[in-house]
């Protein structure tokens, strides 16, 4: 943000913003390990593993050729997803909890945001709900984990997969953009910043 045509020294760098984004990353990990463990069949995540592992096998031996390889990797990658998908709910409900509510009333912070003394504001004056919420739908991605859960739930396995990966490519290509953004431009802004008038600032 610029005042009176200068630069706004205010602003979080991006290696504060980048610092702090892996500490909440961690933190989410070990939240959602822990309580998704008593749900998780180890025996059959096992199976699964050891199922990819022989498709790529046979795949870099020759004894499969590519459309097969593809045929049943989309296969196993359901199965996988299925197998997993009380732990991806999990993630979304610990994600929901964390950057959205409880950052909303910590004045913008999370754990990882505190501990590089840095916080979302608003640009429209006090930090709101509505804004967390389409916030953290882009830059923690949870529209989109949202709507794999649902393909997952409700489609057929070929329209998941290439769903998932439509998805996943559109997230890459999200938090490209808003790297550069927050790296190369004044504002510092990302692309969730712009759409709901939030910036990330540094604690005076």
């Not at 200068?6 to 959602?32: H, Q, S, V």
């Not at 840095?118 to 919420?133: E, K």
Request: proline share 0%; net charge neutral.
């Amino acid at each position: 943000m610029k005042k009176n045509g200068r630069k706004d020294k205010n602003k979080a760098l991006f290696i504060e913003r980048f610092m702090a984004f892996m500490i909440d990353l961690f933190l989410i990990y070990l939240i959602t390990s822990f309580v998704s463990y008593p749900f998780i069949n180890e025996q059959k995540t096992e199976e699964l593993n050891h199922e990819s592992k022989e498709l790529v096998e046979k795949f870099t031996d020759n004894k499969i050729d590519m459309e097969d390889f593809t045929l049943d990797y989309v296969n196993l990658y359901y199965r996988v997803s299925r197998n997993s998908g009380i732990t991806s709910l999990i993630i979304i409900f610990v994600e929901v909890c964390y950057y959205v509510v409880y950052q909303t009333y910590h004045r913008g912070q999370t754990i990882g945001k505190r501990l590089m003394k840095i916080r979302v504001v608003s640009d429209d004056g006090d930090l709101t709900m509505n804004q967390m919420i389409f916030r953290s739908f882009l830059a923690n991605s949870l529209l989109i984990d949202i709507f794999i859960f649902i393909f997952m739930l409700f489609s057929s396995k070929y329209v998941f997969f290439y769903s998932s990966a439509l998805l996943e490519f559109l997230q890459y290509l999200m938090i490209f953009i808003s790297v550069v953004m927050i790296a190369y431009t004044q504002e510092g802004c990302a692309i969730h910043d712009k759409l709901v008038h939030t910036r990330v600032i540094r604690e005076k």
